[in-house]
């Protein structure tokens, strides 16, 4: 098996509302894949489906090779899954938290070592009540690890981070990725889908309107340069050239130079305007 998730032609319809309209989507094992959209575009409602925790109405899914409209035990216990933060049992301790959920798997890893994995082991005697915003997100991850998922779903992981944490838990992540877990994301943050994603798709209106790897995503690795320097600013296909005049004209070092092309937030705003 090739793909960890593979969906054709989803619809889920609330009243007249289509929030989703036929989305196709394959999520390759061992992939780290990110969803990004506006709000309201329909990310969540795909990714409960995908998690067995909404039905579809019309559409093939495979998900490990299961319908998550018929989830079973054994499936459940393959997907691991980081909703936003669980606020239940503030007195348990983190070793006690991660130990009891442990329980429920049947090959659980040993909550000593995901404990450490996710850098809270001088926290493991402290109370859930006690840790700061980001200690209990990684909380939420070490419960969703935990069960050793082939497939770990992360709902905008890092929202409310400050950027220290945040780059701490990207290292989670790709410590995750590395070990050869399928990661589906979904995040708000585009620095967050460019560092962390083999791919990415863009949902605007319950489709995907642009899909792969974020560095060249929506024809942004072919996209016109911008060549900026102390006295001026031209847009290019030719760059080098541009470059090479420049410097000629200076002899040497061109002032203040730089050269951009579009980041994935601007691919992405175009992506996602009304059409
Ligand atoms: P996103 O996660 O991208 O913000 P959602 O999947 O939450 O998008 O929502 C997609 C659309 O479906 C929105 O118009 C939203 O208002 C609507 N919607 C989502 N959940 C429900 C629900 N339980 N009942 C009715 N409408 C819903």
Do not use: C
Not at 59 to 70: A, K
Not at 156 to 165: K, M
């Amino acid at each position: 098996m090739t793909h960890a998730i593979q969906v054709r032609g989803l619809t889920k319809r609330y009243g007249d509302v289509e929030a989703v309209a036929g989305l196709d989507l394959d999520i390759k094992r061992g992939e780290v894949f990110a969803i990004l959209g506006p709000n309201g575009a329909g990310k969540s409602t795909t990714v409960e489906i995908l998690e067995g925790y909404r039905k579809r109405d019309a559409g093939e899914v495979s998900v490990l090779g299961v319908d998550p409209g018929r989830p079973t035990r054994e499936w459940r216990s393959r997907v691991g899954i980081v909703a936003q933060t669980m606020e239940d049992a503030p007195e348990l301790s983190v070793r006690e938290t991660v130990r009891h959920f442990a329980a429920y798997y049947p090959d659980p890893k040993d909550p000593d070592e995901v404990i450490a994995q996710v850098g809270l082991t001088e926290s493991a005697n402290k109370r859930i009540r006690q840790l700061s915003g980001g200690q209990r997100r990684r909380v939420d991850v070490a419960l969703g690890v935990i069960g050793r998922p082939e497939l770990l779903f992360l709902d905008e992981p890092t929202t409310g981070f400050d950027p220290e944490a945040r780059r701490n838990f990207w290292e989670l992540i790709e410590g995750l990725a590395h070990d050869g877990t399928t990661i589906v994301l979904t995040t708000h943050y585009l620095e967050e889908a460019e560092t962390l994603a083999d791919r990415v798709a863009v949902i605007a209106r319950g489709r995907i309107v642009a899909e792969g790897d974020p560095a060249t995503l929506g024809g942004r690795a072919t996209a016109k340069a911008r060549v900026n320097w102390s006295e001026g600013s031209v847009e290019t296909d030719t760059p080098t050239k541009t470059v090479l005049e420049l410097t000629r004209r200076y002899d040497g070092e061109v002032p203040e130079l730089t050269v951009t092309r579009p980041t994935l937030e601007d691919i992405y705003l175009r992506l996602i305007e009304p059409s």
